[in-house]
Nanobody
Framework: QLQLEESGGGLVRPGGSVRLSCAASGIALDAYAVGWFRQAPGKEREGVSCMGSTGASTHYADSVKGRFTISRDNEEVYLEMNSLKPEDATVYSC???????????????????WGQGTQVTVSS
């Protein structure tokens, strides 16, 4: 059974940076479509950044374009978060799709495996 575990969250000042990591057990991540999502209390889960199976296609939410970068190797998926804002503070989760799909898509309903999430707090 595929398991995902996020790490790297914590407290960061506005304008600061943090790098989230998502480790997978049981698969080589560089062959799967992956994504990072966040969900604030009382709000729907939002697709932050996603990558297709080949890695050539990526998608970013408008709110994070130019500030966040998704990347991966065969073991982990990363989310580099720069110029953080208070509104970026919430729980971030990584997810994997079980089918081969080239085009990146951030619809959370299309993802099959999820990590527990890591909290990012942005505060001075």
């Amino acid at each position: 059974q595929l398991q995902l575990e996020e790490s790297g969250g914590g407290l960061v000042r506005p304008g600061g940076s943090v790098r989230l990591s998502c480790a997978a057990s049981g698969i080589a991540l560089d062959a799967y479509a992956v994504g990072w999502f966040r969900q604030a209390p009382g709000k729907e889960r939002e697709g932050v950044s996603c990558m297709g199976s080949t890695g050539a296609s990526t998608h970013y939410a408008d709110s994070v374009k130019g500030r966040f970068t998704i990347s991966r190797d065969n073991e982990e998926v990363y989310l580099e978060m720069n110029s953080l804002k208070p509104e970026d503070a919430t729980v971030y989760s990584c997810a994997v799709r079980s089918i081969w799909i080239v085009q990146a898509a951030c619809n959370p309903q299309r993802y099959d495996y999820w990590g527990q999430g890591t909290q990012v707090t942005v505060s001075s």
